[in-house]
Nanobody, 124 residues
């Protein structure tokens, strides 16, 4: 079992930046590829970014590529999402998730553990 707790969300103006953190506890954090997802009101949860166990491989949704950066610190059991040049359409609840196996995935169904989410609101 892995417990995940997100933090760092908030209200920011368009063009601004936020850094989300996801602290993990429980089983060995470094065993798990991690992902960030988001869900806007009335929409399905969507993939944002993923990172493999070592941090050596990352993947991004096209909508955030070049603006968001995912990273992890296995010594601190934490995964981060640095978000720059934020847009109003980035407004959503952001979730981190842990996946069994080796590689990352864009599919929510492939992730076994989820945090409770943190709200990000970008004003225009």
């Amino acid at each position: 079992q892995v417990q995940l707790v997100e933090s760092g969300g908030g209200l920011v103006q368009a063009g601004g930046s936020l850094r989300l953190s996801c602290a993990a506890s429980g089983r060995t954090f470094s065993n798990y590829p991690m992902g960030w997802f988001r869900q806007a009101p009335g929409k399905e949860r969507e993939f944002v970014a993923g990172i493999n166990w070592s941090g050596g491989s990352t993947t991004y949704a096209d909508s955030v590529k070049g603006r968001f950066t995912i990273s992890r610190d296995n010594a601190k059991n934490t995964v981060y999402l640095e978000m720059n040049s934020l847009k109003p359409e980035d407004t959503a609840v952001y979730y981190c998730a842990a996946k069994r196996g080796i590689s990352t995935s864009t599919a929510t169904s492939n992730y076994a553990y989820w945090g409770q989410g943190t709200q990000v609101t970008v004003s225009s």
